[in-house]
């Protein structure tokens, strides 16, 4: 078994997948455009149906021209803690694929899962880098297609912060108690062989 993080897994497993997790408190650092693109890099190698590669990431990065704006696109009860994050990052899949043998695209039905993949991906790089993402779905989905001028064809997936893990007390109190890393069900719960 493997232990990281206030966290034991009921299988042997690699110490990161312990230690990611999603907090709130974050310190509020600048997060450099190479350090982010790092934690995309990592998501692009993600599997994808037929290759498609549907994942897409628009982002603002804490005090540039875009921030306020993305900040904005989160619910009220997300901008409370996201505000304090280094990099703000909206999720973006393409519902269509090129296949082969096919002179025009097709629906792809498995672009969300493709983007939750990569996703995935990012969320454990910026984990071995010492940073943290917290991904949410309190967000304005309808004036994040209309502001972030999200061409047709494409769904808004989540959002994510990104920053550095500070102490639980930059939280409103409310948050405070909550500010630790979650347990998961077993696999015995979620796992069946032979079916459901």
Avoid: C
Wanted: net charge neutral; proline share 7%.
């Amino acid at each position: 078994m493997t232990t990281a993080n206030s966290r034991t897994a009921d299988h042997p497993i690699e110490p990161v997948f312990l230690e990611r997790w999603s907090p709130r408190a974050f310190t509020g650092e600048a997060i450099s455009e190479h350090t982010l693109r790092t934690m995309i890099e990592a998501a692009r190698w993600a599997p994808s149906s037929y290759n498609s590669q549907p994942w897409r990431f628009l982002y603002a990065r804490r005090d540039n021209a875009h921030w306020d704006k993305f900040l904005g696109l989160l619910n009220e009860f997300n901008q409370s803690w996201a505000k304090t994050a280094s990099a703000i990052v909206f999720v973006v899949s393409a519902e269509t694929m090129s296949v082969p043998g096919k002179d025009t695209p097709v629906p792809s039905y498995s672009h969300s899962f493709d983007a939750g993949a990569a996703w995935g991906y990012l969320a454990l790089q910026a984990a071995f880098m010492g940073w943290q993402a917290h991904g949410m779905v309190g967000i304005a989905f309808d004036r994040v297609y209309t502001e972030l001028k999200i061409p047709a064809g494409y769904r808004v997936e989540a959002a994510l912060a990104i920053g550095r893990q500070g102490p639980k007390d930059l939280l409103p109190e409310a948050l405070q108690a909550r500010e630790a890393p979650s347990p998961r069900k077993p696999v015995t719960d979620i796992a069946y062989e032979g079916g459901f």
